[in-house]
């Protein structure tokens, strides 16, 4: 994942200045790249799409090693009741709607999702890294 331009100096602001750090509250879907400013034009809307809680960061992420962290286990959105489009990014937010994006990530392969489709990460695949 890559930090967006405002999380980058919020985390420098964390780690050199030692000011407080909110960790992301819930995961979105976009069907383009929120890019460096976290833009939500591309956040996945309507057929019963919901942002996911990451709800006890410290159980929904395994513990970092190497630099990189991931998703501790299997994570489901709910079923879709109408088509979200082509999804080719997911991105770490700070609240259930609205808020900012602080990072985003490309799918290593986009999925469409049609009507009764589920989007599904499996466990480990969702890898957050500093490098």
């Not at 890019?35 to 996911?52: D, F, M, N």
């Not at 513990?63 to 079923?79: C, H, P």
Request: glycine letters at 10%; hydrophobic letters at 40%.
């Amino acid at each position: 994942m890559s930090l967006t331009n405002t999380y980058e100096n919020t985390g420098l602001d964390t780690l050199i200045r030692g000011q407080a750090w909110t960790p992301p509250t819930h995961l979105a879907l976009f069907t383009a790249d929120p890019g460096e400013t976290g833009s939500l034009a591309s956040e996945v809307s309507g057929g019963s799409y919901a942002r996911i809680a990451i709800g006890t960061p410290s159980t929904f992420w395994s513990a970092a090693s190497g630099g990189a962290t991931s998703n501790a286990a299997v994570i489901d959105w709910v079923k879709a009741t109408a088509p979200w489009g082509t999804i080719t990014h997911v991105g770490l937010m700070t609240a259930s709607s609205g808020g900012a994006c602080i990072a985003r990530a490309a799918l290593s392969a986009s999925k469409t999702i049609d009507t009764n489709d589920i989007f599904r990460v499996e466990a480990g695949q969702l890898v957050v890294n500093l490098d």
